[in-house]
Structures are given as structure tokens and as C-alpha cells.
């Protein structure tokens, strides 16, 4: 059946002839506005607006999502289990600074809103929770399990990682204790020689091996059956890797990668290993860690499968800052000459760091999160320069969870004078990172129930509708070295990832980008 209404207990309805409500479906038509410019002979440019038509068609039913996590028996994994558990009871817990509520902070899509558009009578905002654009899963209603290298039940796991508070945890505690991570592959050469002595929960082998792939599958179908889930999310929230080498014949195309892991080649890392096993079972696989997971062959194999993957490295705090104030900078004409980030922090994943080739995975991910913008402005940069950047992180086990983060930014201003920011910024990484996987996994979702297609007008054939990309793109804003389709450019400036995404869901129920052009308030 169809309507132009949607269906009760839906926060909005679009009445528009270009959206379409039926009982599984959300189709609008979205008429997407570009530019195209050509330069000419003498350097001028000519820029021509350009309109494609596209149909989107969204599913409504809401799958019974289960997320698997890698390494869920680490800070992230503990701390995102504890704090749903926590919101799905409603939990307050003492403090010394008085009592706390469950909350989902942090998360774009649990604690942030847009705007739907301008009160009829009013002309006021009218802002709706980004939750509320699609039918999205809701966290609380997410069934959680994983695998970890280390075979501490999810309570005590908590414990070692030592980010809630006691009064918090007393009350996750009987429930987390239930939970114990499968055992997991750990092939040792890929992370630091200083966590062999948590790595007691461990599938035999070493290296990579074509039964592992055949064991993770089985684990993903048995996890699926047991819950009755619609789907599964895979989400890498294990230790940093170091990277792979990139060898010709070995990862560099889906069939040398499978043939790679079936040779047992030493190159092939566990996280390639747990994304090839998810593609299979087409399972989004998510890496929130830095390292190249994503080697040429993986992305060929998803792209082969259908499958959606989306990476790397979660971007919690130094570097959600650091892609906000650049853009601010450089989209205000101040020419950014350095940048000195130092970070040092305490807990397992600081531990792992201060081993070489581990922390180079990091300082990567970090270095590159302004290129886009620095080459965005011709004004201030020549071709080719860039601001000096340096990256240092330091393991202070003292300071636990409780990142520091401190930066310089240094810039030129009018005349040949000088800016200097200085910031400090000190946060419990879990903390930060654990809404992003929530935030990971709910879009990860969503962009699995979103078709597309060039539209042809009425009674078109339906059959030629397709997913987007299997590189989901759109999953930027939450990951520091964002993975994009092979051969197509990298955002990181912060405000441009999420009017990407918002956008996206925008057009998904046919209302136009937010333009904040506000004509509405300026010509009258
Ligand atoms: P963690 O060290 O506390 O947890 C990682 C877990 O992975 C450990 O329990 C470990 O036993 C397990 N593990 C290692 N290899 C495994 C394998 N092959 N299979 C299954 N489990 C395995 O680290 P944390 O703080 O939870 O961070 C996780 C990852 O997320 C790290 O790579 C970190 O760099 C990255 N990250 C963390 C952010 C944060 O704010 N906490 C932000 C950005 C990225
Ligand atoms: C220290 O840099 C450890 C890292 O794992 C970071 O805490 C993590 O990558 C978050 O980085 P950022 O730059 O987003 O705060």
C-alpha cells in the first residue's frame, strides 16, 4: 500500500508529491544540485549548475541488530557493553559529585539534533533529534557479543579497565559477568610484544589461515541464530596493528588476498582476516582502529560481495578538535603554520602504543587530518605546503583512561604578526570513543536500508535499485582517517562530514539540504 502520510508514532511526515510512504518503504525523488566547472584555455573557469534526479528508497522495518565487537573485552568494548546495559535499565548511580543518569552523550545520533525546518506561523527552527530523521535502530535495543584475546568476563574485563564509577558498576555486574568474548585469533607480530600476557582466550595458529576465516564466519551465524537477529554489525575495537606491507601478489586483489590467508602469508593481519570473514557472511565490518585493515584486496573483495565496510580509527577527541579548528582557521584566512600535538594517557591501549611500529599506525591516522582543508585554499597555500605537524604520544600508566591532549596550533595573521592556540584537553577516552561505536554501528545500519537509484519517473522498474558503495563513506565524521571508494577524495573537515551525512538523510525523505541561508529572516 502507499500514502503520502507516515505511519503513527512517526515524528514527522513529509507532504511532498516526491515522497512516498509505504508500509515497508520511505521513496522520495531528490533532485541533487551540483556545479560543474570547466577551465579554459586562459586559466578562467566557467561553472555550470548541473541537476541529477535520483530515487532513494528507505526500509522502515527496524531489524533486531545484533553488534559484534573485536576485542570486546577491552576499554571501548567494557565501557559501550556497560553503558547500554545502563540506558536500556535507566540506571542512576551515586558520585561524589552527586547522582548520574544514564545518558548517551557523545553520540551524533542519540545526542544531537537538526533542523526540520521553519515554524509555519513563527518562522522559529524547528529541530528534531537526529534518531528521528529514519527509522534507526535504538541502542538500548542492540544485542551485544564479541571476541577478545582475553578470556575475563565482560565484569571483571570492567574492572581492568577501570573507567565507571564502582557505584555504576555494581549494578552492570551480574549481567556483564554472563558475558565472556569468544576466543579470537592473535597472530602476535601484528600488536605490541607487551599484551602476549592478556592473550589466554586464543583460536590456534599464528598467522593466517583459512579456518580462522571459516571459524569467525560460524561464529557471526551461530551469534545471528541464537538471538534471532536480522543482522549482525562486525565492529574492530581491538588493539592498534601495525600496518601490512602492500605486496604485489598478496593483498593487493581479492584473489590474492584469499589465496594469501590460504597460504597462511604472514602479511595478513588479524583484522583483515575478521573483515573477510564478515564480508562473507555480509556483515558490515567496521575497523575503529588505524591501521590498513583495508588493504587494496579487502576493499575488492567487499566490493565484490556487496558487502558494506567502513574505517579507520575512531575519532574521539585531540583529533575531533583538530578538524574543527582547522577548518575554522584556514576557511577564516589565517594561515595555520604549525601544529604540535601531544597526547599522553595510561590505559591498555597507551600501553600498546609505546611500541614503534603500533604507535606509527597512530601518528598516521592523526598526521593527515588536515590535508583536504590546506589544499582547499590556494590563497594561503602554495601548491604542496602544508603546515608543519608532529604527532607524539607518550604511555603514563598513572593517568589511566584519562587522556591528555595538548596542542599548539600556530598561525600567521594580518602583516606578519602571530596567532598561538594552545589547548589542553583532558577526557576519559572510553568515554569519548564508546558513542562513536554506537553512533558506527546505528548508521552502519541504516545505510544498509537505503537504495538508490537514477530515476527514470513513474512505474519505473524497481528491480534496478542498489546499495550505496560498499566503502561507506558517510561514516567519516566519526573516524580519524576516513575510508573512502578507491579513486575518490577524503573529507576531514568536520562541519562538511556531518552536512554530508545529515544531508544524505535528508534527501532520503526528499527535504532539501540545510542551506542556513535563512532568506526567511533576512528578505522581507
Ligand atoms: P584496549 O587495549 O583496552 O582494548 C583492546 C582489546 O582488544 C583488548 O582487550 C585486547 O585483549 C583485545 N585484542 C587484541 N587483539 C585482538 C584480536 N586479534 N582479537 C580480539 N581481541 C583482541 O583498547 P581500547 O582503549 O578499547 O581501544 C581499542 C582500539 O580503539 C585501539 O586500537 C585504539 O587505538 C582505538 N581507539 C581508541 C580510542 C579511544 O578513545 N579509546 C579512540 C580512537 C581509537
Ligand atoms: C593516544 O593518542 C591514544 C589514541 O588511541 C587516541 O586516544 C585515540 O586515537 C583518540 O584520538 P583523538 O585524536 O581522536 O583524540
Redesign the pocket.
Known amino acids: 500500500t502507499s500514502s503520502s502520510a507516515a505511519p503513527a508514532g512517526s515524528l514527522f511526515t513529509v507532504s511532498s508529491p516526491n515522497v512516498k510512504y509505504t508500509d515497508s518503504t520511505i521513496e522520495s525523488k531528490y533532485t541533487y544540485r551540483t556545479t560543474t566547472v570547466n577551465k579554459g584555455a586562459d586559466g578562467s573557469f566557467t561553472a555550470t549548475p548541473t541537476e541529477t534526479l535520483y530515487d532513494f528508497k528507505t526500509e522502515r522495518k527496524v531489524p533486531k541488530t545484533g553488534v559484534m565487537l573485536?576485542?570486546?573485552?577491552?576499554?571501548?568494548?567494557?565501557?559501550v557493553t556497560a553503558g547500554i546495559i545502563a540506558n536500556r535499565r535507566g540506571l542512576s548511580w551515586d558520585t561524589r559529585e552527586g547522582s548520574r543518569a544514564a545518558n548517551y552523550y557523545g553520540s551524533i545520533v542519540m545526542g544531537s539534533t537538526l533542523k526540520l525546518g521553519s515554524d509555519a506561523k513563527t518562522n522559529a527552527d524547528v529541530n528534531i533529534p537526529f534518531h528521528d530523521v529514519l527509522p534507526m535502530v535504538h541502542p538500548n535495543d542492540l544485542v551485544i557479543g564479541?571476541?577478545?584475546?582475553?578470556g575475563l568476563t565482560l565484569a571483571d574485563?570492567m574492572d581492568r579497565?577501570a573507567v565507571l564509577e564502582p557505584t555504576l558498576k555494581d549494578q552492570v555486574r551480574k549481567e556483564m559477568a554472563e558475558m565472556r568474548?569468544l576466543p579470537?585469533?592473535?597472530?602476535p607480530d601484528?600488536?605490541a610484544a607487551n599484551?602476549e600476557d592478556?592473550?589466554d582466550n586464543?583460536i590456534a595458529g599464528s598467522k593466517a589461515d583459512w579456518a580462522h576465516v571459516e571459524k569467525l564466519r560460524a561464529d557471526i551465524r551461530n551469534f545471528k541464530a541464537d538471538n534471532s537477529l536480522d543482522k549482525v554489525i562486525v565492529l574492530?575495537?581491538?588493539?592498534?596493528?601495525r600496518f601490512a606491507d602492500i605486496i604485489e601478489g598478496i593483498n593487493d586483489t581479492a584473489d590474492n588476498l584469499v589465496a594469501a590467508i590460504k597460504a597462511g602469508h604472514e602479511e595478513v593481519s588479524?583484522?583483515t582476516v575478521?573483515a573477510v570473514a564478515s564480508i562473507l557472511e555480509n556483515a558490515p565490518f567496521i575497523n575503529?582502529?588505524?591501521?590498513n585493515t583495508f588493504v587494496p584486496g579487502a576493499i575488492e573483495f567487499a566490493e565484490r560481495h556487496n558487502a558494506f565496510v567502513g574505517g579507520d580509527?575512531?575519532?574521539?577527541?585531540q583529533?575531533k578538535m583538530k578538524s574543527a579548528l582547522v577548518d575554522f582557521l584556514i576557511n577564516a584566512g589565517i594561515r595555520l603554520t604549525s601544529i604540535a600535538s601531544y597526547n599522553h594517557l595510561g590505559?591498555?591501549?597507551g600501553?600498546?602504543?609505546s611500541s614503534q611500529r603500533?604507535f606509527r599506525s597512530?601518528e598516521i591516522s592523526k598526521s593527515n587530518v588536515v590535508d583536504d582543508m590546506v589544499e582547499a585554499n590556494s590563497v594561503l597555500y602554495k601548491p604542496g605546503e602544508k603546515p608543519d605537524h608532529t604527532v607524539v604520544i607518550k604511555y603514563m600508566p598513572a593517568v589511566g583512561?584519562n587522556?591528555r591532549a595538548l596542542d599548539e596550533y600556530y598561525a600567521e595573521i594580518f602583516m606578519g604578526g602571530h596567532q598561538t592556540i594552545s589547548i589542553f584537553n583532558v577526557?576519559e577516552?572510553?568515554l569519548?570513543?564508546?558513542p562513536?561505536i554506537i553512533d558506527l554501528v546505528l548508521i552502519g545500519e541504516m545505510m544498509t536500508r537505503i537504495q538508490w537509484r537514477a530515476s527514470k519517473g513513474e512505474g519505473a522498474d524497481a528491480a534496478d535499485y542498489k546499495s550505496f558503495h560498499s566503502v561507506l563513506s558517510v561514516l567519516s565524521y566519526m573516524l580519524?582517517a576516513p575510508l573512502t571508494p578507491p579513486g575518490t577524495p577524503v573529507v576531514n573537515a568536520l562541519a562538511k562530514q556531518r552536512a554530508a551525512l545529515t544531508n544524505i538523510f535528508r534527501a532520503c525523505v526528499g527535504l532539501e539540504p540545510e542551506s542556513d541561508m535563512t532568506l526567511e529572516h533576512k528578505l522581507f
Do not use: H, M
Request: with cysteine; hydrophobic share 30%.
Open positions: 573485536v576485542g570486546w573485552g577491552g576499554n571501548n568494548g567494557t565501557t564479541g571476541w577478545d584475546i582475553s574485563a579497565a568474548p579470537s585469533i592473535y597472530y601484528f600488536i599484551q592478556r592473550a586464543v574492530w575495537t581491538a588493539n592498534t596493528e588479524p583484522s575478521f575503529g582502529s588505524p591501521q580509527d575512531f575519532k574521539s577527541g583529533t590505559n591498555n591501549d600501553k600498546n602504543l603500533q597512530k583512561d587522556k577526557c577516552d572510553s569519548l570513543a564508546s562513536l580519524k
